[in-house]
């Protein structure tokens, strides 16, 4: 393990996975287990696989997962259910003795499903590897640590303050809906890791535009690219929505649950202003000509004096809560037209029909849904001489000219799916680019690089069993076939775990 920098986790490193109140008298207990749990990780970690920085990360969230725990905030427990909703058992791995698992407790098998998640994001979505849950290192690490949890579950204190920041009475406030939303989906110890990377990218994206906008502009942009992402992607280990995960937190309280579970979100878009009374504003889609009534009380002071019925144009994002829609983030104000700017009907919801390109693909590919293309240059005339698509720059998919390997898919009522650079490692009698080597190193790919294999065609690879080369590397005193069981025995939790919105088809 390198050893630069300090060796010793400090109050501001708990704090990083904590929300912004004031210091519990338990932080100073939880501050030393981290430390005690970073010498644990130490001394049973192979020295190379990860830094330290990495290691006082990992010992911080598992103190952090303890606190849950011991507090009874139910955080983990809203992972173990969903999960259990969802594929029928508490963890998608390791295995569980439901005889010497106990809800509520330290088990072992909660610690090294946390190890994995925190290794892998922290260092192998870093490293671009997809860290195999069966590694020896994650179970004695886990071993080491459960023994020092288990020792330490009796006498450890109750964190009064998350209880209280997290207390069901909270919840009659949007405010604290929206800013308990915003804790746990960025930054609590088991979804701060998994959105992590994307927050940081929006942050890049800032970086790289703040010389084309205002503070105020950029701020704005900011603000409402986040929120967008809080309320509108799905994120943590299951991929589910903030309102889905908090759901899921509240289940002993229904009426709280029932709450969460019906929060929706209309994205930013612009609204005519028919009336304002002293309580709501009645708003008309400008897309659609969906009227909603939105609270006055979250509208600036200011910002509601200028905001005029029967004139004003407004851009925002609204989120319907407690049966009532409230503004979210920055509005835009458009007072200067003289009559409203034209509303568009709702278009008719028509019936699924089959798409134009669905029978002339499966007439040029022997009736075949799936198709293999070596080059651009074949897939351009396949594109014109068998679909019939116009023969310019705007139809051929000039964008795709420097790759190759393409696999086409067609379905009945979307059309055409093309994959680039994947061909290789699909095992297909019909497709002539399969490469074995290539495909036992790379098919995994397929489920860890989100948009590389957009989700329909993924699963229908899966139907046939077109991709057998995808597999977790065996580790040490592990067959390729535990390998290769450990992806089919849970290939939609890897799928929904690193493709997030991807495994949505968004």
């Known amino acids: 393990m390198k050893q630069a920098g300090n060796k010793t986790i400090y109050l501001k490193d ?6 912004e109140i004031k210091q519990s008298n338990s932080d100073l207990y939880y501050i030393q287990l981290s430390n005690r749990i970073l010498k644990t990780i130490e001394a049973t970690l192979p020295t190379e696989l990860f830094d330290l920085e990495e290691a006082k990360e ?12 011991i507090s009874e905030l139910h955080i983990w427990e809203s992972f173990t259910k969903s999960c259990q909703a969802l594929y029928g058992k508490r963890l998608p791995f390791p295995a569980i003795d439901d005889a010497n698992y106990f809800e509520g407790e330290v088990n072992q098998a909660d610690i090294e499903f946390l190890i994995w998640h925190l290794l892998q994001r922290f260092h192998g979505n870093e490293n671009d590897i997809m860290i195999n849950p069966q590694d020896p290192s994650i179970a004695l690490m886990a071993g080491e640590i459960t023994k020092l949890l288990e020792e330490e579950y009796e006498t450890a204190p109750e964190s009064k303050t998350m209880q209280e920041y997290l207390n069901p009475k909270m919840y009659d406030d949007y405010y604290t809906f929206t800013r308990n939303a915003e804790w746990l989906y960025f930054f609590s110890y088991l979804h701060g890791p998994s959105n992590e990377e994307r927050l940081n990218g929006l942050y890049e994206e800032m970086n790289e535009i703040k010389d084309q906008y205002t503070k105020e502009e950029l701020a704005r942009i900011f603000y409402d690219a986040r929120n967008q992402m809080l309320f509108c992607s799905h994120g943590g280990p299951l991929a589910l929505t903030v309102s889905e995960w908090m759901a899921a937190m509240y289940e002993a309280t229904p009426w709280v649950k029932e709450l969460l579970g019906g929060v929706s979100v209309r994205q930013r878009a612009w609204y005519f202003v028919e009336e304002k009374t002293p309580t709501h504003l009645t708003l008309v889609a400008k897309e659609g000509g969906e009227t909603i009534k939105a609270l006055c009380k979250s ?10 019925p029967g004139m004003s144009n407004i851009s925002v994002t609204a989120v319907r809560y407690h049966d009532e829609w409230w503004f979210n983030g920055s509005i835009l104000l ?11 009907p709702a278009a008719d919801e028509a019936p699924a029909i089959e798409h134009k390109d669905y029978a002339s693909f499966l ?18 005339s396949f594109l014109v001489d068998s679909l019939g698509w116009a023969d310019n720059e705007d139809e051929t998919l000039p964008t795709l000219k420097e790759n190759e390997n393409f696999v ?5 009522e979307k059309g055409l799916l093309i994959a680039p650079d994947i061909c290789t490692l699909v095992k297909d009698p019909a497709n002539p680019y399969y ?5 036992a190193e790379e098919a995994m790919m397929l489920y860890f690089v989100p948009g590389l294999c957009p989700i329909d065609l993924l699963r229908r690879l899966e139907r046939d069993n077109l991709i057998p080369d995808a597999a977790f590397q065996p580790v040490e005193n592990a067959s390729k076939e535990e390998a290769k069981a450990l992806l089919d025995d849970n290939k939609d939790f890897f799928a929904r775990y690193f493709l997030t919105d991807y495994y949505f088809g968004e």
């Open 299 to 308: 509208v600036a002071a200011e910002t509601l004096k200028s905001i005029l």
């Open 334 to 344: 458009d007072n200067k037209q003289e009559h409203p700017a034209e509303i568009k």
């Open 58 to 69: 990992i010992s911080v969230h598992v103190a952090a997962w303890f606190e849950d725990i």
């Open 435 to 439: 490469n074995a080597e290539e495909a």
């Open 363 to 380: 007439t040029a590919n022997n009736s075949n849904d799936l198709a293999y293309l070596g080059s651009y240059d074949a897939l351009k």
């Open 14 to 19: 708990w704090m990083n996975v904590h929300p």
């Open 408 to 412: 086409l898919y067609v379905n009945k």
